[in-house]
């Protein structure tokens, strides 16, 4: 299935932002440099990116994975305890502290390291975030014994703002925000997702996979659950290719109708301009190539019969007004003169 939304590295997405923040994440495991924070919108992958890193680090690493913080200090250290081995007799954190950083120190004698990974961290409380800064002080020499990455959404980055948390902000090695991806990367992205399930032809039309980039704005999770519901819907009808059609029907069922509709109004809108434009451009060359007959510049010699037609009329127009005016002045004398005869007699 080549758009489950699993935390699965096989299927990491080694692109854009995603190669370059874990490149830092492993460097910074490796250099031991100790708190580590990526934040960023829901659905970017935030989770896949840590279990990435988890299959990246050196194998004598142990690694401590919480899917969501704790609600208290204690409970964070009790599960640490427990999943380093450790029997601590007395209670308190001050003395769990202690028995960490005993065998935190060991583990780094045998040429072992310890990450650990703590997600949905917009959640945690300030309680444990205070035990998180204090196990990043667990220190040997200029090395952190324990290697911190915390994992959330955007809104954390408003929490590390606050006044009161300046001094756990400053301990932070690297902070990244970690954002959606860009059509041409959300567009490789699914190329990419379908290589690694086997496919080896173009499943989708490019329409299809244009409409679903617009929709998704780029957003790993919404383009999985887009891409995997208009495959099925692909199927259900019996088409070979997922189209235009199959993604407009699997946009209604996940209620991204109205992106869709948006995006395909605006895309026939700029095929009919493109056409228009095409249209006219064809018009204009044809007009440019199409003979076209010209009159003889001023001055020019014309051919000798019509030379000679021409100006016989033009003669015979400029005498025939002189002519009629004549006419027309005896006409007007001989009425005068008749109607003086007739007014004398």
Known sequence: MPFENVADPACFFEQGDYSRVLSRMVDSVLAE????????PIGTGKTTLSQKLMVSVPEKTKIIWLGEPPETSEELLLFLTQELQIECQPSGRVFMLRDIKAHLQKLRSEGNHCLLIIDEVHKISDDVLECVRLLNNLEQGRTKLIQILLIGQEEFFLRLAQPHLESFKQRIAWLEAIGTMSPAEAHQYIRHRLKMAGCRSGIFTGEAIQAIVAATRGTPRLVNTFCDRALRVSFETGKTRVDVDSVRQAADEIGLGSEVFLWLTNHRSEESVQNQEVRGTAVKEAS??????????????????????????????????????????????????????????
């Open 33 to 40: 440099k100790g708190l580590m924070v990526v934040a960023g």
């Open 288 to 345: 440019a190539s199409k003979p076209t007959a010209s009159l003889p510049p001023r001055g020019a010699a014309q051919p000798a019969g019509r030379g000679q037609l021409i100006r016989s009329a033009q003669e015979s127009t400029s005498w025939m007004f002189p002519i009629l005016l004549l006419c027309g002045s005896l006409l007007l004398f001989g009425s005068s003169l008749w109607f003086l005869f007739n007014i004398t007699e």
